[in-house]
Nanobody
Framework: QVQLAESGGGLVQPGGSLRLSCAGSRSIFSNYAMAWYRQAPGKQRELVAS???????NYADFVKGRFTISRDNAANTMYLQMNSLIPEDTAVYYC??????????WGRGTQVTVSS
């Protein structure tokens, strides 16, 4: 079974920071745009940020100026630096390709909870 593995989530207070990591295989990462997604309870999965193989980034409006996506192609790893966290950021965060193949590569996600 081939999948991505997210880590780095946890419980933080509003205004705090977390750095999420996404580890995968070369076959998943190589030459593909990647993305972070999140899903809150009872809500639909939404795109948070994406990054091309060459480092071009896009962010959802609700995280601009607060989150930074990056990747290390040699290590087949992607990161999401999350600053100035707010309760609305509470969700399970997943990584995958920016262009998702339905049913493919989803990991277990990592829980981010922002609460005082």
């Amino acid at each position: 079974q081939v999948q991505l593995a997210e880590s780095g989530g946890g419980l933080v207070q509003p205004g705090g920071s977390l750095r999420l990591s996404c580890a995968g295989s070369r076959s998943i990462f190589s030459n593909y745009a990647m993305a972070w997604y999140r899903q809150a309870p009872g809500k639909q999965r939404e795109l948070v940020a994406s990054i091309t193989n060459t480092g071009s980034t896009n962010y959802a409006d609700f995280v601009k100026g607060r989150f930074t996506i990056s990747r290390d192609n040699a290590a087949n790893t992607m990161y999401l630096q999350m600053n100035s966290l707010i309760p609305e950021d509470t969700a399970v965060y997943y990584c995958n390709r920016a262009v998702v193949i339905v049913g493919r590569y989803w990991g277990r996600g990592t829980q981010v909870t922002v609460s005082s």
